[in-house]
C-alpha cells in the first residue's frame, strides 16, 4: 500500500493536478483580494465630530450641516 500511495504522489498526474490546483487557488485568492479593494471603500475616511454630552437638537443641527444621519439606537430594546 505505501509503495503504490508513493508511486502515485510521484506521478507526473499527480503533479499535474497538484500544480493546476496552487495555480487555481492563486488566481483565486488575487481576485479575492483585488476585489476587496475595490468594493471596500478602501482608503476612504469620514470624519465624525464628537457629539458627547449634546442635546438631540444640537446634534441634528450639526450632522445636518455634514450631511450626516442621525440613528439613535435605545439601549433598552439592545439585543447584540
Same mark, same amino acid.
Given at each position: 500500500?505505501?509503495?503504490?500511495?508513493i508511486?502515485? *504522489?510521484?506521478? @507526473? %498526474?499527480?503533479?499535474?493536478? &497538484?500544480?493546476?490546483?496552487?495555480?487555481?487557488?492563486?488566481?483565486?485568492?488575487? *481576485?479575492? *483580494?483585488?476585489?476587496?479593494?475595490?468594493?471596500?471603500?478602501?482608503?476612504?475616511? %469620514?470624519?465624525? +465630530?464628537? &457629539?458627547?454630552?449634546?442635546?438631540?437638537?444640537?446634534?441634528? @443641527? *450639526?450632522?445636518?450641516?455634514?450631511?450626516l444621519? &442621525? %440613528?439613535?439606537?435605545? $439601549?433598552? $430594546?439592545?439585543? +447584540?
Amino acid at each position: 500500500m505505501n509503495r503504490s500511495l508513493i508511486q502515485f *504522489i510521484k506521478s @507526473k %498526474i499527480f503533479l499535474k493536478q &497538484l500544480l493546476f490546483a496552487f495555480i487555481g487557488l492563486t488566481i483565486f485568492i488575487f *481576485i479575492v *483580494i483585488k476585489w476587496l479593494n475595490i468594493s471596500t471603500n478602501h482608503n476612504q475616511k %469620514i470624519e465624525v +465630530p464628537s &457629539l458627547e454630552k449634546m442635546g438631540l437638537e444640537e446634534v441634528e @443641527k *450639526i450632522l445636518n450641516e455634514l450631511d450626516l444621519n &442621525l %440613528i439613535v439606537i435605545d $439601549s433598552a $430594546s439592545y439585543n +447584540p
